[in-house]
């Protein structure tokens, strides 16, 4: 490819941007300066991103949950449950395990262990067998039998709606806490899971990587109302769109705000081919593909 180096130096001087990534000056280059555009255009994104001050990262973020309200307007808790209680008894399961898999197990759990007194009475082994195919299934079975006679002793069986006391539940740690909060008790929470730590990394809402330290930042970025919401379509997003692996950077709504677009194919077609799940369709639509 032929680059003017004067026109090169001078578009970078301009921008900013450093020159050898300059748009080329050269009309016959323009076939070949697509992925070159790309760059620059990354480039770009990088220096405005570097200079944003914390009021710019609030409207942001802000912006970017608004656009993931579009794209997951029914996006909610994959768990199947009924009761405070089956959600938590679900989100135990949920550990290390898909949510698919934990719904697979959960009805047959749920119509033979109703109540918390139920747990803490517990057959050991037959609690095990039953929810053996979620994994660990020996630690599980702790962690509910745990539940069931903490519930019993401590509470009359009733699961409590704060933060502070079902963190000292056997088998709750503060990510599941949030889940039970703003799915069964509608107190707004951030759950903090694999998919929201790597996603809020991506956007560059933070570096930390400690998740209660993330839920506070992101805490202080987003309304609380719209903590709940926020939490089910940033993982809705990260298991649909943004994939750890190959995000579908060019068929995502959210590409003019995010910092590592580009990360994934940005060829329209080919990241099209990467989103899953049964919103795929309106996906598309809203990018216009
Ligand atoms: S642009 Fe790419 S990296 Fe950014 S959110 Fe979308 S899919 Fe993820």
Redesign the pocket.
């Known amino acids: 490819m032929r680059v003017s180096k004067t026109s090169a130096a001078a578009n970078g001087a301009e921008s900013g941007i450093p020159a050898a990534t300059a748009v080329p000056a050269d009309a016959t280059a323009e076939a070949e300066s697509a992925p070159v555009a790309g760059t620059v255009a990354r480039v770009r994104k990088a220096n405005k991103r570097a200079k944003e001050t914390p009021t710019g990262l609030v409207r942001r973020a802000r912006r970017m949950n608004r656009e993931l309200a579009l794209a997951f307007p029914d996006a909610h808790c994959e768990l199947d449950f009924t009761t405070p209680l089956e959600l938590a008894v679900a989100t135990i399961l949920s550990a290390q395990c898909t949510d698919v898999r934990v719904n697979m197990t959960t009805p047959a759990l749920f119509s033979k262990y109703r109540s918390a007194k139920d747990y803490a009475e517990a057959n050991r082994t037959e609690l095990e067998e039953m929810i053996r195919p979620t994994g660990f299934y020996r630690n599980k079975a702790n962690s509910l039998i745990g539940l069931g006679q903490a519930l019993v002793e401590q509470y009359d069986g009733v699961l409590p709606n704060k933060l502070d006391r079902l963190v000292q539940l056997p088998g709750i740690g503060r990510k599941t806490a949030n889940v039970i909060l703003g799915n069964a008790f509608g107190v707004p929470g951030i759950t903090v899971d694999t998919h929201f730590g790597r996603?809020v990394r991506?956007?560059k809402w933070t570096d930390e990587e400690d998740p209660v330290k993330v839920e506070h930042i992101v805490g202080d970025l987003i309304e609380r109302k719209e903590w709940t919401m926020l939490s089910h379509r940033v993982i809705f997003?990260g298991r649909r769109?943004?994939h750890a692996r190959k995000?579908?950077?060019g068929a995502?709504?959210?590409?003019k705000d995010?910092?590592?677009?580009?990360?994934?194919p940005t060829d329209p077609a080919q990241a099209a081919a990467l989103i899953k799940g049964p919103e795929t369709e309106h996906l598309l639509e809203l990018v216009g593909l």
């Open positions: 996603l991506r956007w997003h769109v943004c995000p579908a950077c995502c709504i959210l590409a995010c910092p590592s677009y580009g990360l994934g």
